[in-house]
């Protein structure tokens, strides 16, 4: 299972309404004027199909002069030396290491889930993304949350 996912900055009228809904039904829901996905969409008028459809694949731009951070999960191999890899690969790329926790391998696969700073000034996180994935032995990565 290979999931090669690129990321793109655009700007608002670029976006799609549909995704700008969903967007949307997320902050109802994080700042709790909404009890209940239904209650979200119904106040920006998306199907409940259409909120589950993108909710994991837009965020909003937030700019920060001091960096941003980023968890993330890893569906792995269970290798020595691999997770050595991923951690060289985020240090490559400038990311300071907040949280990790690694889930007790099951047939052979560990999940990792990795709360990374990445530098503003030099850190590239859609690259180390990228390069993570590419790692042998990595089969999956999906970006849960961004501050």
């Known amino acids: 299972m290979e999931d090669n996912r690129r990321y793109f900055v655009v700007t608002e009228k670029a976006v799609p309404d549909v995704l700008l809904k969903v967007v ?3 902050r109802l829901l994080e700042v709790q004027k909404s009890a209940t996905v239904q209650d979200a969409v119904e ?3 998306i ?4 909120f589950y459809k993108y909710k994991d694949d837009i965020f909003p731009f937030k700019e920060k002069t001091k960096g941003r951070n980023i968890t993330f999960i890893i569906q792995m191999d269970d290798e020595p ?3 050595s890899a991923v951690l060289k690969m985020i240090a490559r790329f ?6 990790i926790h690694q889930s007790i391998p099951m047939n052979g696969v ?3 889930t990795l709360s990374v700073a990445i530098s ?3 850190g590239d996180a859609a ?4 390069h993570i994935q590419q790692i042998e032995g990595v089969h999956y990565l999906k970006i849960l949350g961004r501050e």
């Open 24 to 26: 949307e039904a997320k």
């Open 43 to 45: 106040a920006v008028g």
């Open 47 to 50: 199907s409940r199909s259409s």
């Open 81 to 83: 030396g691999l997770l």
């Open 94 to 99: 400038h990311g300071n290491i907040l949280t």
């Open 110 to 112: 560990a999940s990792l």
């Open 120 to 122: 503003a000034a030099q």
């Open 127 to 130: 690259a180390m993304v990228e």
